[in-house]
């Protein structure tokens, strides 16, 4: 795979699961399945992180806007890498919020809330290697 397209596809996949958890988040309050308190928790939670990779991202498909190089080719497992580590940890933390409005599979909000902090802590940690070198974030 080239870079480029990597690039493209994985930046769109993270901006997609930070919109996405926001606005669900939104979204389950309007619904009354979460207390205005618990929304803004877990929007303060969930935007520091995704916000800091968006907006390097955003940043990235701003500056190559006219670009039509496709970049080097990338090796099978970054491409791999590159696609899982996001995906999982933002289906993880899409999954935890829906979970947690819907069936209340959690004893407390303050356990969701110590569980959405550990996926937001293995996001930044393992993602975070990945997306700075594919963005070249410093």
Known sequence: MQKRRLQT???LLVLAFH?????????LYMSGLFLFSEM????????PLFATYSAAILRHFVEHQYSMASGRRVSGTYALLSY?????????????????????????????????GIVEGCFGIYAGVLLKDLFRMS
């Open 40 to 47: 803004t928790t877990i929007v303060a939670l969930v935007t």
């Open 9 to 11: 596809h994985v930046g």
């Open 19 to 27: 919109f996405l958890a926001i606005s669900l988040s939104v979204w």
């Open 84 to 116: 899982s580590l996001p995906t999982l940890l933002g289906a993880i933390t899409v999954g935890a919020i829906a979970l947690k409005a819907l069936t209340g599979s959690f004893a407390s909000f303050e356990e969701f809330k110590n569980i959405l």
